[in-house]
């Protein structure tokens, strides 16, 4: 005679003595059992968004970690360079790893939620194809972690490369670096809509597709700004926790200060309430309020080719990067 339990999230068949033993292992103790009979029960999709990045060799990482009966899937948004979905599917035939191709570039928002509506877990775990795994346990602590949690969305957190891995990317490697010491784990738990990111975090799937990303932003820049605070109006729990993963790739200068002016542009073009939970745009306005933000913008003018000749150059420095994305939004804003 067969007997019903429901263990994780699903609800399954067993024999007697079967259930009886599952029973035994679950009234213990210890977590890591427990654990153990979690993820087996649980469905997960891992979704991997990618553009002119080969990102094999996180796949390989995750599947060391991934349940039986989870899934990953990476969105190719029709690279053109760097990254050949047939190649990647010949590297893992079992399928549980795949390719979701597009046939034109979607950007970064369409692309996450083509991935989200193609995925069949229960929970999403979102992951940038520049990541890398630093810990043996990533899956099994973000499993634990909705555990101990009624919130659905939970965030792990970004870490950096312990050395600049060449003198080229030194402005975003610093960059990177700064905003890691300030968004400690107490920061981010004390501001959770502010330090949203989509580098890495976990969400319940049908959350995710009554909100997704908003597929207006064509451009580079803010939209896990804009999901933080939809997430925030909706009065949505965020949980931080410490599950990092690092960062392996960093533009060269030159590349980063374009990208950095057009996520500027971006957030120019932004509602008022988005604009006051962002650093710059807020501290625009204020300036604006106390009737000096002229003054910045014609300083800037003046010192613009000074301040790209520093940041483009071996010893950049974040204070005068700083000034340069305010200075240059001041421009642009009206």
Not at 13 to 39: C, N, Q, V
Not at 113 to 118: I, K, S, V
Not at 233 to 251: G, P, S, V
Request: glycine content about 6%; proline content about 3%.
């Amino acid at each position: 005679m067969a007997a019903q339990g429901r263990y994780g999230r699903l609800i399954v068949e067993y024999t007697e003595a079967e259930a009886e033993g599952l029973r035994s292992i679950y009234a213990r103790k210890d977590s890591y059992l427990k654990l153990i009979l979690y993820l087996c029960t649980m469905k997960l999709s891992v979704l991997i968004p990618t553009y002119n990045y080969d990102c094999s060799q996180l796949v390989r990482q995750l599947l060391l970690q991934l349940p039986e009966d989870g899934e990953i899937i990476v969105g190719d948004d029709c690279s053109t360079a760097n990254f050949d979905s047939s190649v990647f599917d010949s590297q893992f035939p079992d399928g549980r790893a795949r390719v979701l191709r597009s046939e034109h570039n979607l950007g970064r928002a369409a692309i996450r939620n083509a991935l989200a509506r193609e995925a069949k877990g229960e929970w999403l775990l979102f992951i940038d194809a520049d990541a890398e795994v630093r810990s043996s346990t990533f899956i099994a602590d973000y499993m634990a972690a909705t555990e101990g949690t009624t919130a659905p969305v939970i965030c792990g957190g970004l870490g950096n490369l312990p050395q600049c891995p060449r003198p080229e990317a030194r402005l975003r490697y610093n960059y990177e670096v700064e905003g890691e010491k300030r968004l400690t784990l107490e920061r981010r738990q004390r501001y959770p809509y502010a330090q949203f990111r989509t580098f890495n975090f976990l969400i319940q799937r049908n959350l995710f597709l009554s909100i997704g990303f908003d597929e207006n932003l064509k451009e580079y820049g803010h939209e896990d700004t804009l999901f933080g605070l939809e997430l925030k109006r909706r009065n949505i729990a965020i949980l931080h926790i410490d599950n990092k993963l690092t960062n392996i790739d960093y533009e060269d200068a030159d590349v980063f200060l374009e990208k950095t002016e057009t996520a500027l542009r971006t957030l120019s073009s932004m509602e008022m309430e988005l604009k006051q939970n962002v650093r710059v745009s807020a501290l625009a306005m204020r300036l604006k309020g106390w009737h000096v933000l002229g003054f910045v913008r014609t300083l800037f003018n003046i010192c613009k080719p000074f301040l790209r000749t520093n940041l483009l150059g071996k010893h950049p420095n974040q204070k005068l990067f700083a000034f340069y994305k305010l200075g240059y939004y001041a421009n642009i804003s009206s």
